[in-house]
């Protein structure tokens, strides 16, 4: 067997992208609250004053504050070991800056927890998914305020104690490294920008960015003593980071293009997991810091923090891989969400351009665990689709079947190989918004819900084909794939 008999088969979602209930039973409003719906050629603009005109896809998502039982039954018959979904911070203080914590607040996910638990299923908890309170956003403008850090610690502080005995495993901030990147601003930093603004804001001042990486020190911080606290409250945590998995190949064997890839891989990938798993900015920051002028204020005590707030292990979402070029005449872009680059002709891509790459999920395993030798975890990968009712009214969604075993093979590889492999939760298990598009039309889920684009739809549940084969999968542990 390559997996581990503890191996945790489960599902991913994010609360701003699937909970709904934006403002009901004193939640207050997030960032993600006050962007639009969009498409990949009509971007996501936010709104500073929410207007009621408009429809926000986090408001209603797809009601699983209303429909958990439902949801996590179902995942309970799929066999799944793990959920992994985020706590919606503005659920528990509606600003980010009460002194008190909201009761109906940590009832619904004490609910949650207890469900799980009937179902036999462990949850991970993600504490910052995308979600700072927009309290905290317009005050302090994000992350960039370094208040933030306090605000942060009293809620993850909360979320410990109160959960101490439901929630084992813990992680910090999603894809903490798309801050690295200036798309990253509104929905990773809470970095307020222009009204009506694109959410993929592309372009940025030398003093945004300057701001932007004081913003991630910030987060690098309160990362650390997260880490630090949850594990004074409850010895037995586990407490990961997460990285969104960005994987750039040298477009051609020109050492111009290699040292390109290498370098990129260093910005996108690997900068965050350097401080959060070794505990110190990598050597590299140095020149890129002293290259781009970027002056940050690392206060007395931070390094020291850094180095002892260091996870237990390694999380990543991933996706696709794509090129680097150091030639000007390539051009050719692939799609993507974060960090896209140029097309690579030996792959094919989904209806969103994203390039399906799972021999890249082995490369990726491989490089990450002989850096660091912690634990690594897949908690995000899959396919977005279209999926269509067949005529028989069912969905036959063998694409998204198909996706996922050509992954899971090449996790068992990597396992074999020798990487220490803890878990693996499909994302989007149940239906629901991209955060990048903010669209219904690309799904990901085996099971579908009733909703679309503009907001119709009763959110009835319904089993794709993709339910019952993971189920095999699960019951097996991954070695019937057929
Ligand atoms: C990751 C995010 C998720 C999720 C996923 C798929 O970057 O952590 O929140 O949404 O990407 O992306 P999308 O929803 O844009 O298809």
């Known amino acids: ?16 992208q699937y909970e709904g209930a934006w403002n009901e039973d004193g ?53 799944f070991k793990c959920f992994r979904l985020s706590i919606n911070w503005s659920r528990i203080y509606p ?13 619904f996910y004490h609910k949650v ?9 462990e949850p991970l908890v993600t504490l910052s998914h995308y979600e700072l309170p927009w309290g905290l956003s317009e005050k302090y403008n994000g992350w960039t305020g370094r208040e933030v850090i306090d605000h942060f610690i009293r809620y993850a502080k909360t979320c410990f104690e109160e959960y101490r005995d439901e929630v084992k495993y813990w992680l910090t901030f999603n894809e903490i490294n798309v801050g690295m990147k200036s798309i990253g601003r509104i929905l990773a930093l809470g970095m307020q920008g222009k009204d009506h603004e694109s959410m993929l804001v592309m372009n940025e001042t030398d003093e945004e960015r300057n701001d932007r990486f004081q913003a991630i020190h910030h987060q690098f911080v309160a990362s650390a003593k997260a880490v630090i606290l949850g594990h004074e409250i409850n010895p037995d945590f586990k407490i990961g980071n997460m990285i969104a998995g960005s994987l750039s190949y040298a477009y051609t064997c020109n050492p111009e293009d290699v040292l390109m890839a290498e370098d990129q891989m260093n910005m996108n990938n690997f900068f965050c997991g350097d401080v959060q798993v070794r505990g110190h900015y990598p050597y590299y920051a140095k020149r890129y810091f002293r290259d781009h002028n970027i002056n940050i204020r690392i206060e007395e005590g931070d390094e020291e923090l850094l180095k ?7 999380s990543f979402s991933y996706y696709m891989s794509s090129c680097v070029s150091a030639d000007p005449e390539v051009t050719d872009k692939a799609g993507g969400n974060i960090f896209m680059g140029i097309k690579n002709p030996y792959l094919e891509a989904s209806d969103w351009g994203w390039q399906i ?5 082995r490369t990726y395993l491989n490089r990450v665990y002989g850096r660091y030798e912690i634990p690594l975890m897949v908690v995000e990968n899959g396919l977005g689709a279209v999926d269509e009712r067949s005529e028989d009214g069912k969905f036959h969604d063998t694409y998204r079947i198909d996706y996922l075993r050509k992954h899971i093979k090449a996790m068992k590889e990597a396992a074999e190989d020798g990487v220490d492999l803890m878990g693996y939760t499909m994302w989007g298990c149940v239906d629901l918004v991209s955060a990048s598009t903010g669209e219904m039309k690309k799904r990901y889920g085996f099971i579908y819900v009733d909703r679309d684009n503009d907001g119709n739809g009763d959110f009835h549940r319904e089993r794709k084909d993709s339910f019952y084969w993971y189920k095999k999968v699960i019951e097996s542990n991954g070695e019937n794939l057929d």
């Open 1 to 16: 067997m390559s997996l581990r008999d503890d191996f945790l088969w489960g599902g991913a979602v994010a609360a701003n």
């Open 308 to 314: 002892k707030g260091t996870v237990d292990f390694y």
């Open 95 to 107: 600003t980010g800056m009460e002194e008190e914590p909201n009761q109906k607040g940590l009832e």
């Open 27 to 79: 939640k207050g409003p997030s960032v993600p609250d006050h962007v639009r719906g969009g498409t990949v050629s009509a971007p996501r603009l936010w709104d500073k004053q929410i207007d009621e005109n408009v429809y926000y896809p986090s408001h209603q998502a797809v009601d699983f504050y209303h429909h958990y039982e439902e949801d996590i039954d179902l995942m309970g018959e799929m066999g």
């Open 113 to 121: 927890f207890r469900r799980c638990k009937e179902n036999n299923i």
């Open 357 to 361: 790459d799972p021999e890249g999920l």
